[in-house]
């Protein structure tokens, strides 16, 4: 006959045993199972407490920090991370002119947990979206920023525009122009050459000069009458620039580096190999739409 | 005065052996030698005992007020990860392996033995077992759903099996008997007093291996607490010690009023040792604890059992004076520290910055209240939650969060709440409930004097730690607290 089962019969053995197996069983689960899916995110480099500067963008040294091909593995040896792209170019709006920052777009492959009621990501316990923090140990590197793109895409193709620019003397600290002089001394229009391009760390050109014209600057000169001239400055000249830039729209505006918009009196940042200036844009000549 | 006629006196034997026993570890070399000298004190006790499975639970017993032999350090969520200056040790995630976790594990290896073998287990409280499955069930079922870093998290819920490991290895027979245990506690009492007197005549740690930090003191920066030093003795924080020191003090004070064989002054003075220990560390809520604790064993004997309490040692004149001295200059001691409760002259005020810290929680809890956010994980999440709004501006709204981040809730219930959420909580505060209702029927029935101070320290302990599990980051110590109710279940009381 069929003995009943008693549960007191139940012993060390039994319970042990049981969870003995459901952790065995998770710990596969959690450590030898693949994970749901790989996703490539593209975040940009930015250090949290320094956001209000410059965007918390890195230091150009540090920047370099973080090459292409980097791999994080887990204890079994699996890539849980790697840095498939970097992506650089000079941060503008640099509170000074000495500061050597760069914006920096890492794309990483990671291998997340996918939670499909949500249709969310999560890695290492952060969840995945755009705007969020998200900080990644690879290797020996610590790549720290703001995700920008969750999945990651190609970037679309950019309007390039043509602009008439001129090279103002400019405090470079305030970004106000002087009141009574528009020149500039000559070597910085020596240091300007036609066809220079500025790049990104991918080749890609970000601006390019078209032409240059260089002549001395007018002043304004008052007699002991009251009257007023504009003559030539002897020094100092004026450097009018016709350039081509990559620019992307965003809600029918045109911004180049991401962040500056082109609209006529603002300054353009050129970075260029000799000399770093910032035109202003006089006028907008053309826009080629991608 | 009580005379004991049942069980063989207090071993000074004993004492002494594990007082050489911890000794050696101050002068350790390495963690490799503190496994050598446990190994040497197993053979010592199993030489004393002649029995293994005694030794092993003596073992057992003798590492609860150390904590020994961290055999690495797999820093998986610290300090340094989180950016936090200050705390470059790991704050709250560490997988800790002692030599305890280690004597634990052994058990468990021979009960699979003795439950082949079918040796008698003492077996009375079937749902106490079920309640521990449970538990560790409920706990990896957690870790698993809920957990935001579940690699992590399943790492840590391997702990739970130990209750479950102790509950079913000290039911076995023979088990110990009080005096060993009042041995073993006394002689713990005395070495945490001697590392916390080192550390205060050098003003800093000592510098041995078996202090977990070794370069951490803590150091009380709040206005009213005047910047005083807080000794932590072999724990990494002056509270973990405070709370370890809530066992062994609670039972050294049944040692006061009576013999556990011969009248022992070191035994009787242990009392004492545990007193200076628990006031240095500046806990404020082990003192509390240890208020409700003593009342709770005052209300058995004096009132339930109505035991005229007596010293079982006669101080002399000179000798009250001392102690009266002592307990004055402690007092003293004492006193910023809770000026510093009541009132907070500052942001830092703890009253203000424990009331942050449960709204937070609080509202994390409602997002993750079935299954948690993982074990150890409250912490991280905290830190994921401050991560959003991005600045240390003093002036951003979420200011508590970014301050008082690397703090965890000041309550250990709720924070194992967050953690596990319904699933891993729920078994575990029945598990509590039950521990608790056992050994309140049993110190009811029992009858000789021994085990009913014996009892009543357990439970001064047991409502001690539960009374600073809900002011500090800390639950009660349940694999200790499960063997030592097993000891007290066994037949032999």
């Known amino acids: 006959m069929k003995k009943p089962f008693r549960w007191r019969k139940v012993g060390f053995i039994e319970y042990f045993g049981i969870v003995l197996f459901l952790l065995v069983a998770a710990f596969v689960y959690v450590y030898v199972s693949p994970k749901s899916s790989d996703i490539l995110v593209t975040l940009r480099v930015a250090e949290k407490d320094l956001i209000w500067l410059d965007n918390g963008s890195p230091r150009g040294i540090r920047a370099s920090t973080i090459k292409e091909g980097m791999k994080e593995v887990d204890v079994f040896g699996r890539v849980i991370a790697e840095v498939v792209k970097v992506r650089s170019f000079s941060q503008p709006q640099t509170e000074s002119v000495y500061l050597n920052k760069k914006t920096v777009y890492v794309t990483l492959r990671l291998r997340a947990q996918y939670n499909k009621q949500k249709k969310q990501y999560r890695f290492q316990g952060t969840v995945l979206q755009a705007s969020d923090w998200l900080r990644v140990t690879i290797q020996s590197t610590i790549v720290n920023g703001v995700l920008v793109m969750v999945p990651a895409k190609e970037s679309p193709p950019p309007y390039y525009v043509t602009l008439k620019t001129q090279v103002k003397l400019e405090n470079p600290f305030l970004y106000e122009p002087f009141n009574e002089t528009t020149g500039v001394d000559p070597y910085v229009a020596d240091a300007i050459t036609v066809g220079e391009k500025a790049t990104d760390s991918d080749g890609f050109v970000l601006a390019e000069v078209l032409e240059k014209t260089v002549r001395p600057a007018s002043i304004i000169v008052g007699d002991q009458y009251g009257n007023i001239f504009e003559r030539q400055h002897p020094r100092k000249v004026d450097i009018f620039l016709t350039i081509r830039v990559a620019a992307q729209e965003i809600d029918g505006q045109l911004y180049y580096l991401d962040t500056i918009p082109l609209q006529v009196n603002l300054p353009v940042p050129l970075f260029l190999k000799n000399i770093t200036v910032e035109p202003r844009i006089v006028e907008i000549v053309s826009v080629e739409s991608p | ?493």
């Open chain 2, 1 to 493: 005065m009580i005379e004991s006629t049942q069980m063989k006196p207090a071993s000074r034997t004993l004492i002494f052996a594990t007082l050489l026993f911890y000794g050696s570890l101050v002068i350790a070399p390495h963690k490799i030698a503190v496994f050598l000298f446990t190994f040497c004190y197993f053979f010592i006790l199993w030489r004393l005992m002649r029995h293994f499975r005694l030794a092993l639970m003596t073992l057992y017993l003798t590492l609860i007020p150390i904590l020994v032999g961290k055999l690495f350090d797999i820093d998986l969520i610290s300090g340094k990860e989180l950016g936090i200056p200050g705390r470059d040790f790991g704050i709250a995630a560490d997988i800790v392996i002692t030599i305890s976790d280690i004597t634990v594990a052994l058990m468990g290896v021979l009960l699979v033995g003795a439950s082949l073998r079918k040796e008698s287990f003492n077996r009375q409280y079937p749902f106490l077992e079920l309640i521990l499955f449970l538990y560790a069930v409920g706990t990896v079922v957690a870790t698993l759903m809920g957990s935001v870093r579940p690699d992590i998290s399943i790492v840590h819920s391997v702990f739970a099996l130990k209750p479950l490991i102790l509950y079913y290895f000290f039911s076995l027979q023979p088990t110990l008997r009080p005096a060993v245990v009042i041995s073993v506690f006394t002689a713990g009492l005395f070495f945490e007093l001697g590392i916390v007197m080192g550390q205060v005549l050098k003003g800093g740690s000592i510098g041995l291996v078996i202090e977990t930090i070794g370069n951490y003191i803590v150091i009380d920066r709040s206005l009213d607490a005047a910047g005083l030093l807080r000794y932590g003795g072999t724990y990494m924080h002056a509270n973990a010690l405070a709370h370890a020191m809530l066992i062994p003090f609670c039972f050294s004070v049944s040692a006061l009023f009576y013999s556990y064989g011969k009248k022992d002054r070191l035994i009787f003075s242990g009392f004492f040792a545990g007193l200076i220990v628990v006031i240095l560390t500046m806990s404020r809520s082990v003192w509390l604890s240890v208020v409700f604790g003593l009342s709770v064993f005052f209300i058995f004997t004096r009132f339930v059992w109505r035991y005229k309490l007596k010293l079982i040692i006669v101080l002399t004149l000179a000798q009250r004076s001392v102690l009266v001295g002592v307990i004055v200059v402690l007092g003293i001691l004492m006193m910023p520290r809770l000026v510093s409760t009541l009132y907070s002259g500052g942001l830092y005020g703890s009253i203000e910055t424990r009331s942050m810290l449960l709204k937070e929680y609080t509202q994390s809890l409602s997002t993750n209240l079935m299954a948690g956010v993982g074990l150890e994980m409250d912490v991280y999440m905290q830190y994921l939650r401050a991560s959003h709004f991005g600045s240390r501006n003093i002036d951003a709204p979420n200011r508590s969060v970014l301050l008082y981040f690397p703090e965890p809730v000041h309550n250990g219930f709720l924070r194992l709440l967050i953690q596990v959420g319904l699933i891993g909580a729920v078994p575990y505060y029945l598990l509590v409930f039950s521990l608790g209702y056992v050994l309140y029927r049993k110190l009811l029935r029992v009858t000789s004097v021994m085990h009913r101070f014996f009892g009543a320290s357990l439970m001064a302990a047991y409502i001690a730690m539960i009374v600073n599990g809900f002011m500090q980051p800390i639950l009660p110590d349940m694999p200790v607290l499960t063997a030592l109710v097993m000891i007290y279940l066994s037949d032999s009381v």
